[in-house]
């Protein structure tokens, strides 16, 4: 866990911010260990009608690697339409700055993203 990141699973204790969110409390229970190769789903949910989504357009079909859990939260997906959220895995995920921009040179970016949109490489 990075010891910068203050966050902590619901179940850890720091309240759910007044109530707003609704956890089903069911998980999809998927552990990617740190290291291992990971491909986002390239998935393209908006076109059905208003969505909330947090992967961002530049890594749907890319492949990357985790670099840590960052805990179980309630899917922000559902929780933006208020709509009961099962809980999901977050993880951060590194991918090559030229593997998403071809004139980028020699860093990572990580992005926060959670377990539905990932799958094994």
Same mark, same amino acid.
């Given at each position: 866990?990075d010891?910068?990141d !203050?966050?902590?699973?619901? +179940? $850890?204790?720091?309240? !759910?911010? /007044?109530?707003? +969110?609704?956890?089903? /409390?069911?998980?999809?229970?998927?552990?990617?260990?740190?290291?291992?190769? *990971?491909?986002?789903?390239? =998935?393209? #949910?908006?076109? !059905?009608?208003?969505?909330?989504?947090?992967?961002?357009?530049?890594?749907?079909?890319?492949?990357?690697? *985790?670099?840590?859990?960052? /805990?179980?939260?309630p899917?922000?997906? !559902?929780?933006?339409?208020a709509? #009961?959220?099962?809980?999901? +895995?977050?993880?951060?995920?590194?991918?090559?700055?030229? $593997?998403?921009w #071809? %004139? =980028?040179?020699? %860093?990572?970016?990580? *992005?926060?993203?959670?377990?539905?949109?990932?799958?094994?490489?």
């Amino acid at each position: 866990m990075d010891p910068f990141d !203050d966050r902590q699973p619901p +179940a $850890q204790g720091r309240g !759910d911010g /007044g109530g707003a +969110a609704r956890s089903t /409390g069911s998980r999809n229970v998927t552990a990617f260990a740190p290291g291992a190769r *990971v491909r986002v789903k390239d =998935a393209w #949910p908006e076109a !059905d009608g208003p969505v909330h989504i947090r992967t961002p357009h530049y890594v749907r079909g890319e492949t990357g690697t *985790v670099v840590r859990h960052l /805990g179980d939260f309630p899917n922000p997906e !559902d929780i933006a339409f208020a709509r #009961p959220a099962a809980t999901r +895995a977050l993880y951060h995920v590194a991918f090559p700055l030229k $593997q998403l921009w #071809p %004139d =980028a040179s020699g %860093d990572e970016l990580v *992005v926060e993203i959670y377990d539905h949109w990932l799958e094994a490489a």
